[in-house]
Nanobody, 127 residues
Framework: QLQLVESGGGLVQPGGSLRLSCEAS????????VAWFRQAPGKEREGLAS???????????TDTDSVEGRFFISRDNAKGMVYLQMNNLKSEDTAVYYC?????????????????WGQGTQVTVSS
């Protein structure tokens, strides 16, 4: 069964950048849509961006703290990796970041649609 492991989190100053990685094991990522989610203290988990097996992407634009234009998702199927490039980070981006996978093509960021989850990586934005 597919397993996912996130890495790349840490402490960064406001305005800085981080690149998170999501590595697949035990199974190829080729047939999966992968998405990044985050959960801040005291808040619900929210979807950020998704990428289909062919590389089409979607970014959440519904939240007032939208990551559109700052966060970019990409994937390297040959390496079994999905990335989240995060630029111009703000204190409100502080959260645990998760990657998750679902079979087939989907732009959905509904949590219930994703059956495979990583353990998460902490991102803290603070001066």
């Amino acid at each position: 069964q597919l397993q996912l492991v996130e890495s790349g989190g840490g402490l960064v100053q406001p305005g800085g950048s981080l690149r998170l990685s999501c590595e697949a094991s035990r199974e190829s990522l080729d047939g999966y849509t992968v998405a990044w989610f985050r959960q801040a203290p005291g808040k619900e988990r929210e979807g950020l961006a998704s990428i289909t097996p062919s590389g089409a992407t979607a970014t959440d634009v519904t939240d007032t703290d939208s990551v559109e234009g700052r966060f970019f998702i990409s994937r390297d199927n040959a390496k079994g990796m999905v990335y989240l490039q995060m630029n111009n980070l703000k204190s409100e981006d502080t959260a645990v970041y998760y990657c998750a996978a679902r079979t087939g093509d989907s732009f959905s960021l509904r949590i219930s649609g994703y059956g495979v989850w990583g353990q998460g990586t902490q991102v803290t934005v603070s001066s």
